[in-house]
Nanobody, 120 residues
Framework: QVVLVNSGGGLVQPGGSLRLSCAAS????????MGWYRRAPGKERELVAT???????NYADSVKGRFTIARDNAKNTVYLQMSNLKPEDTAVYYC??????????????WGPGTQVTVSS
């Protein structure tokens, strides 16, 4: 079993910044893609950003130029630096990681979610 634990989030004013982090633990052999998703009130969950093992990144158009995703492979940790936050960024943010366990099984795990609220 692979468990994701995230930290960060909270309340911030428009234009402010926040940093989310998410660490994966368990019998992990390798992690392929790590990413962040969000679900705003009354909306479907949507992709925010992903990063592959080689560092290739993908961003939702709505966050390009404002959010930066990064990962520390040695720590099995993914980060999301969010800048110039807008009220429409308010959502519960979930981290995700997919890869292979030492047993050879693949995994696709989700963190518990963390609330980000952008409001004055």
């Amino acid at each position: 079993q692979v468990v994701l634990v995230n930290s960060g989030g909270g309340l911030v004013q428009p234009g402010g910044s926040l940093r989310l982090s998410c660490a994966a633990s368990g019998s992990i052999a390798s992690i392929n893609v790590m990413g962040w998703y969000r679900r705003a009130p009354g909306k479907e969950r949507e992709l925010v950003a992903t990063i592959g093992g080689g560092g290739i990144t993908n961003y939702a158009d709505s966050v390009k130029g404002r959010f930066t995703i990064a990962r520390d492979n040695a720590k099995n940790t993914v980060y999301l630096q969010m800048s110039n936050l807008k009220p429409e960024d308010t959502a519960v943010y979930y981290c995700n990681a997919g890869g292979r366990m030492v047993t050879g099984e693949t995994f696709d795990s989700w963190g518990p979610g963390t609330q980000v609220t952008v409001s004055s």
